[in-house]
Protein backbone atom coordinates (compact mmCIF):
# COMPACT_ATOMS: atom_id res chain seq x y z
CA UNK A 1 0.00 0.00 0.00
CA UNK A 2 2.74 2.09 0.79
CA UNK A 3 4.77 1.59 -2.81
CA UNK A 4 1.20 2.74 -4.18
CA UNK A 5 0.79 5.91 -2.67
CA UNK A 6 4.54 6.64 -2.85
CA UNK A 7 3.89 6.07 -6.88
CA UNK A 8 0.87 7.90 -6.38
CA UNK A 9 2.27 10.92 -5.14
CA UNK A 10 5.26 10.63 -7.48
CA UNK A 11 2.85 11.20 -10.51
CA UNK A 12 1.49 14.06 -8.70
CA UNK A 13 4.89 15.94 -8.28
CA UNK A 14 6.30 14.55 -11.71
CA UNK A 15 5.54 17.27 -13.69
CA UNK A 16 7.86 19.26 -16.39
CA UNK A 17 9.72 22.60 -15.16
CA UNK A 18 7.37 25.43 -15.32
CA UNK A 19 3.95 23.47 -14.94
CA UNK A 20 1.92 24.99 -12.96
CA UNK A 21 0.86 23.00 -9.84
CA UNK A 22 -2.93 22.97 -8.61
CA UNK A 23 -2.62 25.98 -5.59
CA UNK A 24 -0.76 28.14 -8.58
CA UNK A 25 -2.41 26.81 -11.72
CA UNK A 26 -4.94 29.53 -12.78
CA UNK A 27 -8.79 28.97 -12.16
CA UNK A 28 -10.39 26.49 -15.04
CA UNK A 29 -13.89 27.92 -15.93
CA UNK A 30 -16.69 25.64 -15.35
CA UNK A 31 -14.16 23.44 -13.07
CA UNK A 32 -15.21 20.81 -10.99
CA UNK A 33 -15.46 21.94 -6.91
CA UNK A 34 -13.17 19.63 -5.15
CA UNK A 35 -15.56 18.23 -3.14
CA UNK A 36 -17.13 16.64 -6.44
CA UNK A 37 -13.70 15.70 -7.62
CA UNK A 38 -13.43 13.73 -4.16
CA UNK A 39 -16.60 11.94 -4.53
CA UNK A 40 -15.77 11.09 -8.20
CA UNK A 41 -12.66 9.52 -6.93
CA UNK A 42 -14.68 7.84 -4.41
CA UNK A 43 -16.67 5.78 -6.60
CA UNK A 44 -14.54 5.29 -8.63
CA UNK A 45 -12.25 3.64 -6.15
CA UNK A 46 -15.66 1.72 -4.64
CA UNK A 47 -15.59 0.25 -8.00
CA UNK A 48 -12.30 -0.94 -8.24
CA UNK A 49 -12.36 -2.52 -4.83
CA UNK A 50 -15.59 -4.35 -6.49
CA UNK A 51 -14.15 -5.58 -9.12
CA UNK A 52 -11.15 -6.93 -7.45
CA UNK A 53 -13.14 -8.74 -5.10
CA UNK A 54 -15.81 -10.41 -8.21
CA UNK A 55 -11.92 -11.40 -9.62
CA UNK A 56 -10.81 -12.69 -6.48
CA UNK A 57 -7.52 -10.13 -6.46
CA UNK A 58 -5.10 -10.38 -3.38
CA UNK A 59 -6.40 -8.80 -0.51
CA UNK A 60 -3.82 -6.13 -0.52
CA UNK A 61 -5.30 -4.94 -3.66
CA UNK A 62 -8.85 -4.59 -2.28
CA UNK A 63 -7.32 -2.92 0.61
CA UNK A 64 -5.50 -0.32 -0.84
CA UNK A 65 -8.77 0.57 -3.38
CA UNK A 66 -10.99 0.30 0.02
CA UNK A 67 -8.96 2.57 1.46
CA UNK A 68 -8.43 4.95 -1.74
CA UNK A 69 -12.56 4.95 -1.56
CA UNK A 70 -13.06 5.69 2.28
CA UNK A 71 -10.47 8.39 2.15
CA UNK A 72 -11.85 10.12 -1.24
CA UNK A 73 -15.11 10.26 0.79
CA UNK A 74 -13.85 11.78 3.63
CA UNK A 75 -12.33 14.32 2.07
CA UNK A 76 -15.44 15.26 0.17
CA UNK A 77 -17.32 15.92 3.31
CA UNK A 78 -14.54 17.42 4.92
CA UNK A 79 -14.35 20.09 2.20
CA UNK A 80 -18.28 20.33 1.74
CA UNK A 81 -17.74 21.12 6.02
CA UNK A 82 -15.02 23.57 5.50
CA UNK A 83 -12.28 21.14 7.60
CA UNK A 84 -9.37 20.41 6.81
CA UNK A 85 -7.93 16.81 6.07
CA UNK A 86 -4.59 16.61 7.92
CA UNK A 87 -3.29 13.11 6.14
CA UNK A 88 -4.71 10.86 9.07
CA UNK A 89 -8.04 9.23 7.91
CA UNK A 90 -9.12 8.58 11.37
CA UNK A 91 -8.60 11.96 12.66
CA UNK A 92 -10.65 13.01 9.68
CA UNK A 93 -13.45 10.41 10.78
CA UNK A 94 -13.54 11.92 14.27
CA UNK A 95 -13.85 15.59 12.84
CA UNK A 96 -17.00 14.54 11.41
CA UNK A 97 -18.37 12.71 14.42
CA UNK A 98 -18.52 9.40 11.96
CA UNK A 99 -19.10 6.22 13.96
CA UNK A 100 -16.04 4.74 15.57
CA UNK A 101 -16.32 1.02 14.24
CA UNK A 102 -16.69 2.66 10.51
CA UNK A 103 -13.43 2.50 10.32
CA UNK A 104 -13.01 -0.77 12.38
CA UNK A 105 -14.40 -2.40 10.08
CA UNK A 106 -12.59 -2.04 7.34
CA UNK A 107 -9.35 -2.46 8.53
CA UNK A 108 -9.36 -6.19 8.93
CA UNK A 109 -10.66 -9.56 7.75
CA UNK A 110 -11.44 -11.22 3.98
CA UNK A 111 -11.41 -9.00 0.69
CA UNK A 112 -15.46 -9.24 1.04
CA UNK A 113 -15.55 -7.57 4.49
CA UNK A 114 -12.88 -4.77 3.67
CA UNK A 115 -15.03 -4.20 0.35
CA UNK A 116 -18.59 -4.23 3.17
CA UNK A 117 -16.89 -2.30 5.60
CA UNK A 118 -15.32 0.13 2.90
CA UNK A 119 -19.31 0.53 1.45
CA UNK A 120 -20.55 0.98 4.81
CA UNK A 121 -18.16 4.00 5.81
CA UNK A 122 -18.85 5.45 2.40
CA UNK A 123 -22.39 4.99 2.88
CA UNK A 124 -22.44 7.09 5.95
CA UNK A 125 -20.44 9.63 4.44
CA UNK A 126 -22.80 9.98 1.59
CA UNK A 127 -26.11 10.31 4.16
CA UNK A 128 -23.78 13.23 5.75
CA UNK A 129 -23.44 14.83 2.31
CA UNK A 130 -27.24 14.37 1.74
CA UNK A 131 -28.11 16.51 4.82
CA UNK A 132 -25.53 19.32 4.40
CA UNK A 133 -25.66 19.45 0.54
CA UNK A 134 -29.28 17.92 -0.46
CA UNK A 135 -29.03 19.45 -4.05
CA UNK A 136 -26.48 16.97 -5.23
CA UNK A 137 -27.00 13.28 -5.73
CA UNK A 138 -24.49 10.99 -3.54
CA UNK A 139 -24.36 8.31 -5.33
CA UNK A 140 -21.88 5.37 -4.89
Not at 109 to 116: D, I, K, N, S, T
Amino acid sequence: MQQLREHQRVQLEDRPWGTPTPSTAPPMIDSAPPRDVFWDHCRNNLGIARLLVHEGRPEALVATACLMAVESACRAALEQSGLPYVGDLEASLRQLAAPRDIWELQQAGAPARRLAGAERAVAWMASYLKRVAPGRTWGY
